[in-house]
């Protein structure tokens, strides 16, 4: 029997992703499917206990040891996606690994290296699409700026969006280097609400309604 896919949505700040997620969740259901939400951070952990706090700039960590933070906020989950999936319920996730490289890639100084953010997330669930809305900071802030969280500024955001565009071409395509096989859309969500939920729809129709007979990969499963 086939299992259901692992789809992530990634974005920047003010991408109207959580909106976006929550749209496909309910388009999902109401086509039949059974469908696991899961938000990054999840804040409702003891680790994301931690992570609000510093994310609220209430408390302060050395960005190593938030990173690793993260990073286990995510492994937290693991074995949960990966039950899901098998029992063909859809995950649907807002963030994942991939910002977890890029907030913590683009922030400095001192900076982390690419290489060093990604190594505690090489062997978790690998999605089988990860669309990445992609807006401008000039469009953000049009949307009426960013709020009051640590990351939330325009510069931090540009570097962000930077680190990205690194890894959606190095993921693209699957099988990219590192050894990730997401397939890692790029979607415009400069654009109205509707017409980028359309979008979304088109790219996860096929493997929606086909689900998947190969077991849930690894992501970059070549660097462990
Ligand atoms: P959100 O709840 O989606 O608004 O995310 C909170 C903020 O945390 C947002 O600015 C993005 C950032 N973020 C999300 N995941 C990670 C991660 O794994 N590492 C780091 N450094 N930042 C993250």
Same mark, same amino acid.
């Given at each position: 029997m086939p299992r259901a896919p692992f789809i992530v949505i990634e974005g920047l700040d003010r991408s109207g992703k959580t909106t976006q997620t929550s749209l496909l969740r309910s388009r999902l259901e109401q086509s039949g499917h059974h469908v696991a939400l899961l938000k990054?951070?999840?804040?409702?952990t003891p680790i994301g206990t931690l992570i609000d706090s510093y994310l609220r700039s209430q408390s302060d960590l050395d960005d190593h040891a938030i990173h690793l933070l993260f990073s286990a906020n995510r492994w937290e989950l693991a074995s949960r996606i990966e039950s899901n999936l098998k029992s063909n319920t859809i995950v649907l996730c807002d963030r994942y690994a991939f910002s977890g490289i890029a907030f913590s890639a683009a922030k400095g100084p001192p900076p982390l290296g690419y290489e060093w953010c990604r190594a505690p997330d090489v062997g978790l669930p690998c999605p089988d699409v990860t669309l990445f809305l992609d807006i401008t900071p000039e469009k953000a802030r049009e949307r009426g700026g960013y709020g009051e969280? +640590?990351?939330?500024k325009e510069e931090m955001q540009r570097r962000v969006r930077e680190v990205f565009r690194r890894l959606g071409e190095e993921t693209?395509?699957?099988?990219g280097s590192g050894g990730t096989t997401t397939r890692w859309e790029v979607i415009d969500?400069? +654009?109205?609400q509707e017409t980028v939920s359309m979008e979304i729809w088109r790219r996860v129709e096929n493997l929606v309604a086909n689900g998947l007979e190969e077991d849930v990969d690894r992501l970059w499963k070549d660097r462990s």
């Open positions: 990054f951070p999840d804040r409702t969280e +640590r990351y939330e693209g395509g699957g099988g969500a400069g +654009r109205d």
